[in-house]
T-cell receptor
Framework: AQTVTQSQPEMSVQEAETVTLSCTYD???????LFWYKQPPSRQMILVIR??????QNATENRFSVNFQKAAKSFSLKISDSQLGDTAMYFC????????????FGTGTRLTIIP | NAGVTQTPKFRVLKTGQSMTLLCAQD?????MYWYRQDPGMGLRLIHY???????AKGEVPDGYNVSRLKKQNFLLGLESAAPSQTSVYFC??????????FGQGTRLTVV
């Protein structure tokens, strides 16, 4: 079974700074998808970024980018020029490309942006 | 475009009572999921479905049942609620291996 580990329960950073959230996963598969979801205080789950394992290029969405290290099974999220609206829980998630019904989540990192 | 809609948003139950949570999606997605979210534990999969008429167990299925009689709806039932089932419940849907879309969540308290 796949597992997803987020080792940082809480983080805080000053507004406009850069912060990196860590995620590692365990799988024996070669083809899979990785996701970062954001959950603000409103409780809504919002997709931040997606990475396909077969793509070597790291995904980027505006201020959000990932560092995908397939051999190390690491998938970190970098938030540049952090804003107050980035304050949220962030969840890393894994989905296999084979028998891909299940989406497995980590335990989350609570990020606080300090004004 | 409603996306994924959960009903109700809040509920308080007494121990032993039963209830059904309804999830409806209008994106014609094949896959649907029920998760529970508890502090420090992330989202844990309760049950899921890969198509109309199919269901399967996730990580924490005990005490819950599900049904998917129509492609757009996925029901989660609690037959005899227990305080340990106090949680926030999320429904999600997806098209195969692509990203999942989530409902707004249901906060359930069992007293």
């Amino acid at each position: 079974a796949q597992t997803v580990t987020q080792s940082q329960p809480e983080m805080s950073v000053q507004e406009a700074e850069t912060v990196t959230l860590s995620c590692t996963y365990d799988t024996s598969e070669n083809n899979y998808y990785l996701f970062w979801y954001k959950q603000p205080p409103s409780r809504q789950m919002i997709l931040v970024i997606r990475q396909e394992a077969y793509k070597q290029q790291n995904a980027t969405e505006n201020r959000f980018s990932v560092n995908f290290q397939k051999a190390a099974k690491s998938f970190s999220l970098k938030i540049s020029d952090s804003q107050l609206g980035d304050t949220a829980m962030y969840f890393c998630a894994f989905r296999s490309n084979f028998g891909n019904e299940k989406l497995t989540f980590g335990t989350g990192t609570r990020l606080t942006i300090i004004p | 475009n409603a996306g994924v809609t959960q009903t109700p948003k809040f509920r308080v139950l007494k121990t032993g009572q039963s209830m059904t949570l309804l999830c409806a999606q209008d994106m014609n997605h094949e896959y649907m999921y029920w998760y529970r979210q508890d502090p420090g534990m992330g989202l844990r999969l309760i049950h899921y479905s890969v198509g109309e008429g199919t269901t399967a167990k996730g990580e924490v299925p005990d005490g819950y049942n599900v049904s998917r009689l129509k492609k757009q709806n996925f029901l989660l039932g609690l037959e005899s609620a227990a305080p340990s089932q106090t949680s926030v419940y999320f429904c999600a849907s997806s098209y195969r291996a692509f990203e999942a879309f989530f409902g707004q969540g249901t906060r359930l308290t069992v007293v």
